[in-house]
C-alpha cells in the first residue's frame, strides 16, 4: 500500500483480556518497527523485524508482548493479561532495509484498558 | 547508551513569531542519523528532516530551520513566523546502528517532545 496501515485505530479492552494489533507496512519494506507511546512521552521501541524474523526485542516490556511477521510482511503485536499500564498507543513503522533512514510511520493503534 | 533530550516541555507563541526548539543528544556512535517529527492531534507521525552526523550544514527548507552543531550535540528547530498549523508536538530522535544476525540496521530513540501552540 501507499503507507503504513494500523488496525483498529482503537481499542478498548477489559482489564486481563488479550489483544492484538495489525500493522501492514508499506509494499517491499522488509524492516518493520513497533513503538509505544504513552501519554505526552516519546516513542519507545519495542521490537524489529527483518523479514520475518524479530532481530531486536530488547524493548518488549516484559513476557506478556509478543509479536510475529510470519510472512514477511504484516505483523501483529499480541498483548496478554493486558494490564492499565498498558494503555498508550502503539506505532508501527516500516523502512526498505532498516539502515537507519527512511522510517514511515502508521497512525496508531490508541490501547485503552479499562 | 543513547538518549535525546528535549528540555522545553510546552512553548506558547503568537502567529508570526520565530521560534526554537531545542534538542540535545547522547551517543556513543561516529555515523549515526538526526530527525525530527512533527504529531499533529491526529497522532500520526510526519517526518520533517534527517540529518547525518558527518554533514554540520544547516538546512533551511521554507519557514523551516535547523541548526545541527556536532561540538555541542544539539540540533535545534527553528520555524520563522509561526503559524496556528504550526501547533503540534515536535520530536527529535537519533538513530544509531545496531548488528544482529550479522545485519546491520538502526532504531530511533525518541526525546520527549516538546508542545508547540501557535496563538491566532
Known amino acids: 500500500g501507499a503507507g503504513v496501515s494500523q488496525t483498529p485505530s482503537n481499542k478498548v479492552t477489559e482489564k486481563g483480556k488479550y489483544v492484538e494489533l495489525r500493522c501492514d507496512p508499506i509494499s517491499g519494506h522488509t524492516a518493520l518497527y513497533w513503538y509505544r507511546q504513552s501519554l505526552g512521552q516519546g516513542p519507545e521501541f519495542l521490537i524489529y523485524?527483518?523479514?520475518?524474523?524479530?532481530?531486536?526485542d530488547s524493548g518488549l516490556p516484559n513476557d506478556r508482548f509478543f509479536a510475529v511477521r510470519p510472512e514477511g510482511s504484516v505483523s501483529t503485536l499480541k498483548i496478554q493479561r493486558t494490564e492499565r499500564g498498558d494503555s498508550a498507543v502503539y506505532l508501527c513503522?516500516?523502512?526498505?532495509?532498516?539502515?537507519?533512514?527512511?522510517?514511515?510511520f502508521g497512525s496508531g493503534t490508541r490501547l485503552t484498558v479499562v | 547508551a543513547q538518549k535525546v533530550t528535549q528540555a522545553q516541555t510546552e512553548i506558547s507563541v503568537v502567529e508570526k513569531e520565530d521560534v526554537t526548539l531545542d534538542c540535545v543528544y547522547e551517543t556513543r556512535d561516529t555515523t549515526y542519523y538526526l530527525f525530527w517529527y512533527k504529531q499533529p492531534p491526529s497522532g500520526e507521525l510526519v517526518f520533517l528532516i534527517r540529518r547525518n552526523s558527518f554533514d554540520e550544514q544547516n538546512e533551511i527548507s521554507g519557514r523551516y530551520s535547523w541548526n545541527f552543531q556536532k561540538s555541542t550535540s544539539s540540533f535545534n528547530f527553528t520555524i520563522t513566523a509561526s503559524q496556528v498549523v504550526d501547533s503540534a508536538v515536535y520530536f527529535c530522535a537519533l538513530s544509531e546502528s545496531f548488528n544482529a544476525g550479522g545485519t546491520s540496521y538502526g532504531k530511533l530513540t525518541f526525546g520527549q517532545g516538546t508542545i508547540l501552540t501557535v496563538h491566532p
Open positions: 513503522a516500516s523502512s526498505r532495509d532498516g539502515r537507519r533512514v527512511g522510517y514511515t
Open positions: 523485524f527483518q523479514g520475518t524474523g524479530a532481530a531486536d
